[in-house]
């Protein structure tokens, strides 16, 4: 079965609120038109840089063709840590604690995004307004409708856009999906993703004063203002509704967007999911254990399914998917229980009327026939997506960017039409075209503004 491509017009909706941002007019007025030439450094600032920040950091730190002219975070403490790092290696980046007045400086070109998901799509539109080309964190949105909003940002204003879900340029996955398309598993018709993670208790934590040094006001944002607690602060933040998507949205976009991408599919017609918090009891809010169903209504009465399943404790592995090196090397046929390799299993399979193809790692591999014979497979082998990104920085070829914007969105879409399935406790039917829920407009709020709103003046524009 041939798989439709993913649809990549715009919407044509008529903008329904405010002018759009205050600020963003401001950046806008003074945006910069440099483009960077052939044989120009690239000046990229990095935004968040306590957690995933730093791989940013290391990522960039190691092309040549690159300087990391500025580093911003709201925790003074992170900030100085990462500036004394770059110092040592002959580096000395601007510092700043405001992305607004990071964005005023004319001489960056791009900014590289590794805040809490909350921030993600405001904090991108704002860097096209200004003139700069966005490496954006997964998810890019923390709901469906900024999401499109920063598509239409990054169309408006000319810019590179590239979404970090970097296993588009992994060659051994590239070279799998590239193999599916072509036929391998025959008639293809189920793709799942696997998110089985370990993840311990957060636990309860009071109310204190905010850290010395940290710009909790910064740090909120869009979301609510709430009581400092050490849980909705570093990482633990991905636990709730605020400010992030739980594991689906955390780990799990990563593999929802192989799945996506192996089926060569858009927007599924119906979204389901079930789940639960499980076992804990603690402060998080999202669910730690979540079963997700997508299906798509293809040409000549054809239908394909995408499945997702979040899982956070004691699992199995599956397909090989989390085994380890050893055991996939020795083992015929899938291994199970603890004792077949690390805890964690997270990967993919896809299924198709001559055999199944496991990714994972990196690598993959497939079986084949019912006697589920060795097919290929490969090895992992090192990524290159910020190599990918400031090429296309300099090339200005849209085209040749490995995960831009629109096909970001369109992952993380299914993140938030799961969320809301889950939170609403119903099936959603879902018209691909409109990106809205038919009939449902308690679904629809959620899917725009995370039942939350956003807090001035930081407010996703709705006009870009």
Known sequence: ????????????TSATGAAGLAVGSRLGAFASSRRAGANDRVRVA??????????????YSALNNVEIAALC??????????????????SQPKTYVDVRKLLEDKSIDAISIATPNHWHSLMAIWGCQAGKDVYVEKPCSHNLWEGRQLVRAADKYGRMVQHGTQSRSLPPVMEAVSKIREGLLGDLYLSRGLCYKWRDTIGH?????????VDYDLWTGPAPQRPFTRNHFHYNWHWFWDY???DVGNQGVHQMDIARWGLGLGFPNRISAVGGHF???????TPNTLNCAFEYDLPGGKRAMLEF???????NHEAMIGAGSEAAESAEHPQLGPNAGTHNTVGNIFYGSKGYLAISDGGYRSWLGKEQQAGPSAGESPEDHFAN???????????DLRAPIEEGHISAGLIHLANASYRLGRTLVFDPETEQVKGDEEANRLLRDGDRGYRPPFVVPHQV
Not at 279 to 285: A, G, S, V, Y
Not at 389 to 399: G, H, Y
Request: with cysteine; charged share 30%; glycine share 12%.
């Open 73 to 90: 975070d709201i925790d003074e403490s992170v900030l100085r840590e990462r500036l004394a790092e770059l110092s040592k290696a002959g």
């Open 309 to 315: 399943e979040v899982r956070h404790w004691i699992s």
């Open 244 to 246: 992030g998507n739980g």
């Open 279 to 285: 076992m804990f009891d603690d402060d998080q809010q």
């Open 389 to 399: 990104f400031v090429s296309c920085v300099i090339s200005r070829k849209k085209e």
């Open 205 to 213: 934590t009071p109310v204190q004063p905010v850290p010395a040094g």
């Open 1 to 12: 079965m041939k798989m439709g491509e993913t649809r990549r017009e715009f919407l044509k």
């Open 46 to 59: 990095i935004c968040g840089l306590h957690g995933r920040g730093q791989d940013h950091i290391q990522g």
